[in-house]
């Protein structure tokens, strides 16, 4: 029988953390990243110290245009891992969005975690931080409840994430999306917050991206395909040999590619800042995204499983070789800064082959 309430909520949040960390759970391969090479500069005309990776947020000074994508929340160890990401983000100048706060709007059934959230920014006043809830149940919730549900956090932006595929397959899943787009819009025009929409591994076909022109998103984050699959982490709870695990496999590739997710973005919804994240594992991948013309590089898996290195300061040196190798990649394109490099055509290329 299927447990329902706090108890099924709790385990549904650690199982994922124990799937996500499962390689077979991840689109390896499937970014696009590969194929898209930087022009290497011989000549960079530049010396190592001038180049910078400070890259502002939402009108936010940010000394790197990094962030840790949203993660975790509504489980016993969440403030601890959210506590160990959220120093390090804010002692490295990293954005951190915080997990799905489905709890907060929900809470009379869960429980709420605001006490959680106070206590986080009490204790990380600087820290550039996002909220979360799900469209599926932000469609269901009206202004208020949203505002209630995220308020103790002080957040600087909303992501609102869309995950059609992973309510499709799950099987405690809420596949509702009616009206997705409707509210999406009311909910931009009624927050004082900026709102993001951010997807969870699927990405953005430019058909989805024109629906949202005049939506009034702050950002997009396409979290495109290549990293954490949501279909394949919901197969592997389902039952064996049930339907659902069969379809996880069936749909084990299913999704936009990151780096096509961002070009889409770039096409259709011009003047709108580009985030990208899915399956960006190293600093190179992330200079490739913003080549393609992507403001700010989110990482989830990567984040997670330095956060949960036993090894003393193994989340900051992760997060210092990602600098490092973005900065690498900056210097030897000639660039300063990550200005230099964004959506500047002359200095990527894709392979066919
Ligand atoms: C353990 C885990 C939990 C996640 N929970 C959420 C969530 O609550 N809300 C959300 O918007 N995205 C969530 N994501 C998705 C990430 O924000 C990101 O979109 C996705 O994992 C792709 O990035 P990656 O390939 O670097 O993992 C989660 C990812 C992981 C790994």
Redesign the pocket.
Known sequence: MLQTGPELFEERKRD??RH?LDDRN?AQGLSGLDRVRLVHEALPELDWDQTSLAEPCLGRRLSTPFYV?????GHGQAPILNDALAAACEARGWAM?V??QRRDLERAEFGSARDDWKSLRARHPDLVVFA?L?ISQVIGATDQDVVRAIEALEPQAL?V?A?ALQEAIQPEGTPRFAGALDRLARLCRALDVPVVL????CGFSARTLERLRETGLAAI?V?GL???H?GRIEGARAPLQSPRATAAQTFADWGVSTAESVLNARRALPGTEIWA?????SGLDAAKLIALGARRV???????EAAKDPAPGGLVRWMETMEFELRTALFCTGCATPADLRGNEELWTVSTG
């Open positions: 994922h953390i996500a991840q994508a949203g993660m975790t929340a969005g997990g799905s979360n799900g992501c994430h995950n951010k997807e969870t591994g984050d979290s290549g990293g954490t949501w994240s899915g399956g960006v594992r989110g990482f989830a898996r990567p984040a997670l």
